[in-house]
């Protein structure tokens, strides 16, 4: 893979990840249609993502630190005793609610080979349909809107929801 290429693939992982798009599914289209597919291109995708992780950890890092520094302080809570979950503030919450939402993925995990198999393919058709699946669930999800989520706002049952359509989305 040239230099060339590369810069391309990071400028299509850098415009689609932060948009309601999949980054990984354009990925997938030019990887097929440069010929740039298989194990090398599955390989640089996974070292894209792992720059867009950074750049989120940087664009983040307050929140993230202070989830950090949260999730130690609720460890030696659970360990002391002291753990509850009444009247938690903003951060544990969310470390919680992400724990649930990450329990509704386990569900899936039985056909995660199915999934790399549909991955892997030299077939774009799959990926086609999952384009326009997401279509229509970011389309529904546009119309289902109410007002804004806040750490200290979420409930278990918008984490169980994050959680399944993340299963669903793999």
């Known amino acids: 893979m040239g230099i060339i290429n590369a810069i391309f693939q990071a400028i299509i992982q850098g415009l689609t990840e932060f948009l309601p798009v999949s980054s990984s599914g354009h990925l997938s289209l030019y990887q097929h ?5 298989g194990d090398g ?5 996974a070292i894209l993502h792992l720059g ?12 993230i630190w202070a989830m950090i520094k949260e999730l130690g302080v609720m460890i030696k809570d ?18 919680v609610m992400i724990i649930l939402s990450c329990f509704c993925l ?8 199915w999934f790399e198999g549909i991955a892997e393919d030299s077939s774009i058709f799959a990926e086609g349909l999952c384009f326009l699946y997401t279509s229509a669930i970011l389309f529904m999800s ?15 049952k918008d984490a169980i929801t994050v959680g399944l359509f993340q299963g669903v989305a793999l």
């Open 52 to 63: 867009t992780l950074v750049a989120v950890f940087v664009a983040f890092r307050k929140t």
């Open 78 to 95: 659970i360990f002391s005793g002291k753990f509850t979950l009444k009247n938690m503030n903003p951060e544990r919450r969310m470390i």
């Open 33 to 37: 249609f440069t010929g740039n597919s």
């Open 106 to 113: 386990v569900p899936f995990l039985p056909f995660k080979g």
């Open 142 to 156: 546009d119309r289902c809107t109410k007002g804004k989520k806040t750490p200290a706002n979420i409930t278990a």
């Open 41 to 45: 291109a599955l390989f640089f995708s």
